[in-house]
């Protein structure tokens, strides 16, 4: 149910035909969210931060992103614009780096 929550969520931000006068506001975001926690609501910090997270950062599929690179030589603008979700990326690749090799030396540690 949450993360049908969410997905609603990301399409109402981020579609062009919603005008922004109809966006999905923070308190609409809460009550769709209530009660999904086996009766009980997500805690109102973790679901005001997902709320802004989706707000700010889209939530697209693999392939829409590698769609929508730039073409070579599609000019400095659109060069910009992906850095952004370059860097985001390169930090999500290194986290998981990291987490790996930490799993792997317990692993080598623990099988000793």
């Given at each position: 149910m949450f993360a049908y929550a969410v997905i609603m969520l990301n399409t109402?931000?981020?579609?062009?035909?919603?005008?922004?006068?109809?966006k999905m506001t923070k308190p609409q975001f809460f009550r769709n969210t209530s009660g999904i926690n086996d009766g009980a609501d997500i805690p109102e910090e973790v679901v005001s931060s997902i709320y802004d997270d989706i707000r700010n950062n889209e939530i697209r599929m693999?392939?829409?992103?590698?769609?929508?690179?730039?073409?070579?030589?599609?000019?400095?603008?659109?060069?910009?614009?992906?850095?952004?979700?370059?860097?985001?990326?390169?930090?999500?690749?290194?986290?998981?780096?990291?987490?790996?090799?930490?799993?792997?030396?317990?692993?080598?540690?623990?099988?000793?």
């Open positions: 109402d931000a981020h579609n062009s035909q919603i005008k922004p006068q109809n693999k392939d829409e992103m590698e769609a929508a690179l730039p073409a070579a030589g599609a000019g400095l603008a659109n060069a910009l614009v992906n850095v952004g979700r370059d860097l985001q990326k390169e930090a999500y690749v290194m986290q998981t780096s990291s987490m790996t090799n930490k799993t792997e030396v317990g692993r080598q540690t623990m099988f000793k």
